[in-house]
Structures are given as C-alpha cells and as structure tokens.
C-alpha cells in the first residue's frame, strides 16, 4: 500500500490516532549501540551558490568545505517551501506543507502530538534533541526535548490573505529592512546563533560514548537578514561581490506572483549601492556562520564521538540577493528554492562525492531515519538516500517538489523538478486571471531566464510534469490553492488546540 492509498484508506485524522503505542513497531532490530548519532545542522536563508564547495571562489566558507571534502555534496537539493516555518515544518513531519497545512509563518501542525522524526528515532532508541531555532510555536516541540535555552516563542494564528491580482500599485521608497545592512558585532541573528553555539558545545562536551545514540537538530538563524556581520566580515568582500544579472525586460515579464512578492515586500527600485552592500554583507555573515559551524566540528572531534556520527548541513530556503529583482526567499527560483546539502558521515564513505540529480528535505528525512535504524509512517513522503549514497550506480528519482501559499501573493503555487527541466504552476488568483506557468531548462538556462512553458513544442512536456506534481502531492495545486484560503479564513482556535488530546497513529 502506497501512501495515496493509505490516506484514501483511512484518511489522515484516523491516521493519528494511534502513533504513541505502536511507535515501537517502526523501529528495525538495530542495537542502539550500533547506530549513529546524528546531527542535522539547518540554517536560515543560505543561498546554495554561496559556499566555496559548490563552486564559489569568493566566499571563504572552510568549514563547511572541509564538510564537503569528507563527505557528499549534493548540488540540486530543494526545500519543499521557501519560507522558514512551513519549510521546517514540513522536515519535522516528513510531508509536503499541503498535506499538513504548514501554509505560512503564522502556522503551526494540527497536533503537538503528531508523529514526527522526533519522535520515530525516539521510539527507536534516540534521545532527540533540538538547540536553537524551529520556528515552533511557543507552545510545542513536538517531541524534541530543547537544550540551550528557550528559542522558539512564536504565537500563530493561522490567519492570511491574498493580495488582489490587479493590485500592482508601487509603494514609494524601499523596505526598512534594507536600512538594517550595516556592520556590528551584535544583532538578533548573532546573538541567537551564539547562544546556539554554546549549548552544542556544552552537549558535546557532557556527552559520553556509551550513552544512548542521539538526534541533534541544531537551528541557526544566520545568514537571514538584517544582514548585520562584524565589520572585519563586510570588509574582507568590499567590491568582490557581483551584481546581480537581470536581462533586459526581465521584470516586466516575471510571473504575476513574482510583481507582487516585489511590491509586497517594497523591494522594487532598490538603489545599486544598498544592492552591492547588502550583497557583501550576506557573504560576510556566510563566513561568520560557517566559523559557527567550525566551533561544533571541533568540538565534535574533540569529544571523541565523531566518527560514529552523521554530520548533514543544509537549509531551510535560499536567499535571492537582488537576483530577479527580489529580496529574501518566497518564489521558485533557485535562489531561494535551492539549497545547500552535505551528508558527512566517515565511518561509512569516505572521501569526496558529489550528487548532482534533484533531491529534496523530505529525502533528507527519509535518510535520517534509515541511517537511525527505524521506519516511517507509510503517508510520509520523500525516499531514502541511502543506497544512492552507498552506490552512485543505485539510481535515483531526480525529482523534488516545492510549494508556496504564504503572503504578499495573489495565489499559490507549485514547482516539481524533473531531471534538467523545472516546472512552476501557479494557480488562478481569481475567476478573471487564468493560471500561469513556467518552464525552464536548467541545463541550457541555469539562471531562469527563458521561460519556455508558452512554446508549443513544450505541451507535451508541461502536462507530463503537471501531472507528475499532482501525483507527487496528492491533489491538483488549484484544489490546495482553495483549501489554503479556506484555512486562512478560519485561523486558530488556540484554546481548542491546545486542549487537544495526545493522539496515536496506526502505521
């Protein structure tokens, strides 16, 4: 039975109510001992292309390059929502963000009691913990034990809306968050991550070799604006950062989405010299984390535990840098869809391999729990990479999904990437627009310039990778797009919520 036919079976409120007493059936007979400890260090906002392992000769990123040299790089990974909560939230679930309702930052899962990678590893024998930011509501973890102090505190509602499609009136000036790229040695982003920093640190130096495996999520916030780095970071990429490459027309034929994300986020017109500095600000404050992430593999090697642990990097979105003419993350391009992944694990391959083929977080999911020794529930989505990181011969899907049903947009939209193709659908904000949508050739066209999809001789393609979206996710994008809004008319009741029994699911 495959997971449409488990949810068709049973439907997805059956389907958790029976998780905490069969837990244990997920696990494989793998003695704890003999298993990994597993660490998962997830930032904010990090562009892929901005990583020395992934081919950029400006940014010094050594550490995690020393990552990429002992371990797997894997060059066309993608989160499955370019925006921090549903991203996260859709990791912590392993599925998509339509099928858990992960729509925007203002959202939170059904249940703090829903199964979760958390928790399989636990009921596998794991301690799972989590040290920094989720992006959680203050009220759930959902089965991570937190160290290092209390950072997730955020209050959601469940409420959103969507712009009106003919609304494109420019708002006068720019965004206040482009007044925030300067240099100091104290922000909110730094001052987080060092907080991040220490309790890993006091983790690893408490933790002994015969205690039980462990899951570390480790969550930083750098690089995500305000791009605010130590002054010595700005300076060491002061008129070294390129402009961004925007052809000639290029904005006024962007996706109608895309003009509103512009408008929204009062990024039109942004002045060339705030572009260029906050440019090289977000490669200092790549170079500032990174020498974060060079304190927890020190201290991993150092606390003896090394060898027998997994050590995976990645992100939750991109960040696009002025590319297409956007700030922050929230389309589908590969600025802000893409993102960095490295899978280190010495004890199993060594050496230094590359993946080029498409992959997705809810793969890396997947990966997590089979490299601790347990199973996931069957309506989970993605696929282990095991066997393709144990052989690159194995064979892979090359395929990822990602969706998008937060704010400032007139509708949602969906993007499935198939080999060196790349197709975006966006639904149709209301009964005067029709849908749009992208086609693009990656091989041929790697920044997304020329979008194919109106060319004839791409039907049969474009309907081939629609239909494979809707596969993929289980429903076409314009029935999510209604059940999207329908969600954000209702919002939250908390206090129902929170007085929500703890729940079981049958798997």
Known sequence: MNRREFLAGIGAGVASMAFAGCTTALAKKTPGKDRPNIIVIMSDEHNASVIGCYGNSIVRTPNLDRLAAGGTTFESCYCNSPLCVPSRLS????????????????????????????????????????????????????????????????????????????????????????????????????????????????????????????????????????????????????????????????????????????????????????VRKGRELYYGLTEWLDNEVGKVLKALDQSGLGENTVVIYTADHGENMGEHGLWWKNCLYDTAARVPLIINHPARWKGTRRRSEACSLVDVVQTVADLGGTRTPTDWDGDSMVAWLDDYKAGWKDMAVSEYYAHYIASGYAMIRMGRYKYVYHTRPDDSHGPERELYDLKNDPGEFNNLAKDPARADRIKMMHAALVDEVGEDPEKTEKRCRADYAKGYDRNRNNKKKATKTKV
């Open 91 to 274: 990791f912590t679930t392993g599925k998509y963000i339509s099928r858990v309702g992960a729509w925007s930052n203002d959202c939170w899962l059904d249940s703090n009691d829903v199964p979760s990678l958390p928790r399989i590893l636990t009921a596998a024998g794991y301690d799972s913990y989590l040290c920094g930011k989720m992006h959680y509501d203050k009220t759930r973890r959902y089965g991570f034990t937190e160290i290092g102090g209390n950072m997730n505190n955020n209050f959601k509602t469940g409420k959103g809306r969507r712009r009106k499609a003919d609304d494109l009136t420019p708002k006068p000036g720019i965004s206040s968050r482009f007044k925030k790229f300067y240099p100091a040695n104290e922000s909110g982003v730094l001052n987080h991550d060092r907080k991040v920093t220490a309790g890993v640190l006091d983790f690893l130096k408490n933790r002994k070799a015969d205690d039980k495996p462990f899951f570390l999520f480790t969550g930083y916030l750098a690089p995500h604006f305000p791009l605010i780095v130590p002054q010595k970071y700005w300076d060491k990429y002061k008129g070294k950062v390129p402009m961004p490459v925007i052809p000639r027309g290029h904005l006024e034929n962007l996706p109608l989405n895309y003009k509103h994300l512009r408008i929204g986020f009062n990024n039109e017109d942004v002045p060339d010299d705030i």
